[in-house]
């Protein structure tokens, strides 16, 4: 029986995803250093952009979503005018990134 396209990138995918819960917690840091928010969302948002994009059609379609999730509110965070975020907007993001992070968690754990 022959593997189909997405059971056999799975591995490559989730290794990625690894790496990038790592770069996601690096600038989440930054995000709550507050030291350049803005330029940490963004970085946020093209971290999670490749997951969101890839998840679901690899069957992970609640990590998806969540990444989806963050990857929005971090578009709302740069494209805000003042140079501080809003405080609410950044707790709401810090809120979904502990949601992504368990679903990651959930993933990586549960797949590997």
């Keep these: 029986?022959?593997?189909?396209?997405?059971?056999?990138?799975?591995?490559?995918?989730?290794?990625?995803?690894?790496?990038?819960?790592?770069?996601?917690?690096?600038?989440?840091?930054?995000?709550?250093?507050?030291?350049?928010?803005?330029?940490?969302?963004?970085?946020?948002?093209?971290?999670?952009?490749k997951i969101a994009g890839t998840a679901a059609s690899l069957g992970f379609p609640g990590l998806g979503a969540q990444a989806q999730t963050v990857e929005s509110l971090c578009h709302q965070a740069a494209a805000s005018p003042a140079r501080d975020l809003d405080p609410a907007l950044k707790r709401h993001l810090l809120r979904a990134l502990d949601d992504l992070n368990q679903e990651l968690d959930r993933v990586l754990v549960t797949t590997v």
């Design 1 to 49: 029986m022959t593997e189909s396209w997405a059971q056999a990138i799975i591995p490559q995918f989730l290794d990625l995803t690894a790496s990038r819960q790592i770069e996601i917690e690096i600038e989440r840091g930054n995000l709550e250093a507050g030291t350049d928010p803005k330029h940490a969302a963004r970085e946020i948002g093209k971290i999670v952009h």
